[in-house]
């Protein structure tokens, strides 16, 4: 048995146990429940991850002098602002951690309900009435229309919080990824518009439980 059928037909033995209480929505509601557990199986990262924040902000007074004392040597500072990192253990980019272990998943998915390999009847199940393997394109008015635009309300909405947290948090001198790396929250919101459904509803799933998931361990 493939990968893809595999996934398939764990969506679908969920979906199964859920009829009781989702009825048509039942696949959908497995999509979610799906995308908590595996959420929960990367929360260890998520922890290294604002570890690894709270340790870059620490570092800001000292990187900030740095730059001051360097201003005339940009590649000397750069250096200097890599041995510090190594030397705290901050890396820039530990909060990309938990994105990237998730982006099997997420590719998986994606082939599944774009190609329906492995997929069996999931491409049949609904959220609303609206197929989870439609996709966004013309949905403005009735019943569909109100599904993707509650979607993306939420995505939008997670997607503005993030950005506006991350900029706090990202330290002077950070490298020019490390400063970008605020606007790929907008991204999410740009996938949802192009993938299936069901992608799309674990993308609104994964990116709510990271900002509450953030918010908590930000205490």
Do not use: N
């Amino acid at each position: 048995m493939s990968l893809f059928s595999s996934f398939g037909s764990l969506l679908t033995t969920m979906a199964d146990g859920l009829d009781p209480l989702f009825g048509a929505s039942a696949a959908a509601a497995a999509i979610v429940l799906f995308t908590l557990c595996v959420r929960a199986v990367l929360h260890p990262l998520a922890r290294a991850a604002v570890r690894g924040e709270k340790a870059r902000a620490a570092l800001a007074p000292k990187i900030a002098e740095l730059g001051r004392t360097h201003r005339d040597d940009p590649e000397r500072m750069r250096r200097a602002m890599a041995e510090l990192r190594t030397r705290e253990g901050a890396s820039p980019l530990a909060g990309c951690l938990p994105t990237l272990a998730q982006l099997p998943v997420f590719f998986v998915m994606y082939h599944v309900f774009v190609t329906g390999s492995g997929a069996g009847d999931l491409l049949d199940h609904t959220l609303a009435g609206v197929p989870l393997g439609a996709h966004w394109g013309g949905a403005l008015s009735g019943g569909p229309g109100l599904v993707y635009l509650g979607l993306f309300a939420l995505i939008a909405a997670v997607a503005t919080w993030t950005y506006l947290r991350a900029r706090k948090v990202t330290v002077p001198g950070a490298p020019g990824v490390a400063r970008a790396l605020p606007l790929l929250s907008f991204g999410t919101l740009v996938t949802a518009a192009v993938v299936p459904l069901a992608a799309a509803l674990y993308l609104a799933t994964s990116t709510t439980w990271t900002a509450v998931e953030r918010a908590l361990l930000h205490r």
